[in-house]
């Protein structure tokens, strides 16, 4: 089943090293150029699901100025189902690149 994009980008965040909700947070940022910004609620419950679908799992935990601060890892089913996910959308995005260069919509302002 296809990934949603938060769900793409948190995986895609924790394939480089295991982290932090705030550190998950900028690293989506970063990868999107600014375009997604995971606000608490939504990035927690999305980690709470790639858990509980045994994507992620908790690295660690540590208290940081008397709160609790949990560092989440990829797991291997996490890392398969990323690289499938990244070749379905690379596979899409060369369908589209090809369908645009073959329709001459862009090279001559076709319709809009």
């Known amino acids: 089943m296809p990934l949603k994009e938060s769900a793409f980008l948190i995986l895609s965040a924790l394939a480089a090293e295991p982290t ?9 940022e970063q990868q ?5 910004r995971l606000r608490p609620g939504t990035l927690y419950a999305v980690l709470a699901e790639l858990v509980d679908g045994g994507l ?3 690295d660690s935990e540590e208290v940081v ?8 890892r990829l797991t291997a ?3 398969r189902q990323l690289a499938t ?3 379905r959308r690379r596979a899409a995005a060369d369908t589209a ?3 645009l260069r073959t ?6 302002g076709g319709a809009a």
Do not use: C, F, T
């Not at 999107?32 to 997604?36: I, L």
């Not at 100025?65 to 989440?72: C, D, G, I, K, V």
């Not at 329709?103 to 001559?108: E, W, Y």
């Open 20 to 28: 932090h909700g705030y550190g998950i947070m900028k690293d989506v």
């Open 32 to 36: 999107s150029g600014g375009a997604v």
């Open 56 to 58: 992620i799992e908790v």
């Open 65 to 72: 100025q008397s709160r609790l601060r949990r560092n989440y």
């Open 77 to 79: 089913p996490g890392a």
């Open 85 to 87: 996910e990244a070749d």
């Open 97 to 99: 690149g090809r369908r």
């Open 103 to 108: 329709s001459g919509l862009l090279a001559g």
